[in-house]
């Protein structure tokens, strides 16, 4: 992809979180995609999909005592 291209893509990534769009997001992902966790793994889009919805959810809440931002708990 071309420096545009990338712009462009993050740009639609944007637009849809800001309009709390998780189907516009799963169109953005490569079908590819696969989280990998361990010894397990997913299905990378049906995951960030699902992740994105709950986050969109006016019920969601994020449990901050269990947030990890090096894979260590905080």
Known sequence: MSDAENVAVMQRWFDAVNAHD??????LLDERLVWEA?????LGVQ?????WRALFSASAR????????????S
């Open 62 to 73: 994020i449990d901050t005592s269990t947030a990890c931002s090096d894979g260590r708990r």
């Open 47 to 51: 995951a960030t999909t699902a992740a």
């Open 22 to 27: 998780a189907d516009r997001l799963a169109d």
């Open 38 to 42: 361990g010894s397990s793994s997913g």
